[in-house]
């Protein structure tokens, strides 16, 4: 709890997050409040251990936390999963508007000759190409970032089973009810 009592902020860490918030909620089933002042270490040491049940509101409250630094991380994820499948859309409707570009180059000329098609074909193939050239760097990009964030998330929930066990050895009395 010193950590907690000094104010000091780590923001953007998962981890320091959860600290704080179970922190916070230790404080408020000990002595009331979370608002930390001259007194906190001291009330802190001589204030009553808390129940099982006021245990399970602080270990709740590491939860959430876990859950909203998940949210928080993966927020900007859309971004990558959607070039990763709207590209090759965006590829094949400049396919398809490229055939129909050479179909109307047919249909100008006549005849169907290769100069008549060129222009068409070629536009489609750019399309497809620069579609394939933002989804396929997008993916490997998203998938190397969502395996770390999965593993980012699991670490923040151990390192929250773990302050809880903590919590539980110093500021717990077992053998009060709830």
């Known amino acids: 709890m010193r950590l907690y009592e000094t104010g000091i902020s780590f923001e953007g860490s998962p981890a320091f997050e959860v600290y704080r918030a179970g922190c916070a909620e230790l404080a408020l089933q000990m002595l009331g409040s979370p608002e930390v002042d001259d007194t906190f270490a ?52 400049g396919t398809v508007w490229g055939v129909m570009d050479a179909f109307a180059g047919i249909a100008v000329a006549g005849t169907p000759n290769l100069a008549a098609m060129a222009p068409g074909v070629a536009g489609a193939l750019v399309t497809t190409v620069i579609g394939l050239l933002v989804a396929i760097p997008a993916m490997f990009g998203y998938n190397f970032l969502i395996t770390s964030l999965r593993a980012l998330i699991v670490q923040t929930d151990n390192f929250a089973a773990e302050l809880s066990s903590e919590f539980e050895h110093r500021f717990v009395n077992f053998n009060r009810g709830g």
């Open 42 to 93: 001291a009330r802190v040491e001589v204030a009553d251990k808390i129940t099982p049940a006021q245990m399970r509101a602080v270990s709740v409250a590491m939860e959430r936390a876990v859950g909203e630094a998940g949210l928080r991380m993966e927020s900007q994820m859309i971004i990558l999963a959607t070039a990763v499948s709207g590209s090759p859309f965006l590829g094949l409707l």
